[in-house]
């Protein structure tokens, strides 16, 4: 999905919301199919707290094998909807949105758990609170839950780079 050239998409345009369709995601992250794992954002305090939906759905290519007979989504990429989801919270506390110049790294997870499967037709529920910023590094608390349950929770650490060209 390649979004609209024409439509401007900086923060300037994006107006302070406490929620967000596809289209403020995809200015915010530079994930694209298959590989973005946030639908919208319910609930959005820059500098606080995020509240974000993945619609866990059949279609998706690694449940052709993880698990034919039982899909189940793996719990790797449920860390990554986190992260995706702590990545958003961070630009929108900073003011920006993802680009061509910059990358937003994974530095580190601690305690991850994973508590209940997570199959097609579930909606996980994604929040993310910021615990600290140091040095450039950002720590995030991630909880993912399905029905009020906890199916997945970490301590997340990511950091934004710049890139050479």
């Known amino acids: 999905m390649n979004v609209d050239p024409t439509v401007d998409l900086t923060p300037a345009a994006i107006p302070e919301i406490s929620s967000m369709d596809i289209r403020a995601i995809l200015a915010h992250l530079p994930h694209r199919y298959p590989f973005l794992l946030v639908d919208r954002v319910l609930e959005l305090d820059p500098g606080n707290r995020i509240l974000a939906l993945k619609n866990v759905t059949i279609n998706e290519p690694h449940f052709t094998g993880h698990f034919p007979h039982v899909p189940v989504m793996p719990g790797v990429l449920m860390i990554e909807a986190l992260a995706q989801a702590a990545g958003i919270l961070s630009f929108r506390t900073m003011g920006k949105v993802s680009d061509a110049s910059s990358v937003y790294y ?60």
């Open 106 to 165: 994974f530095v580190g997870i601690d305690g991850a758990r994973f508590k209940r499967p997570v199959g097609p037709g579930d909606q996980l529920l994604l929040e993310v609170t910021i615990e600290r910023r140091s040095r450039g590094i950002w720590k995030y608390r991630g909880t993912a839950t399905v029905d009020g349950q906890v199916a997945c929770e970490a301590e997340l650490m990511c950091t934004l780079r710049q890139i050479d060209a």
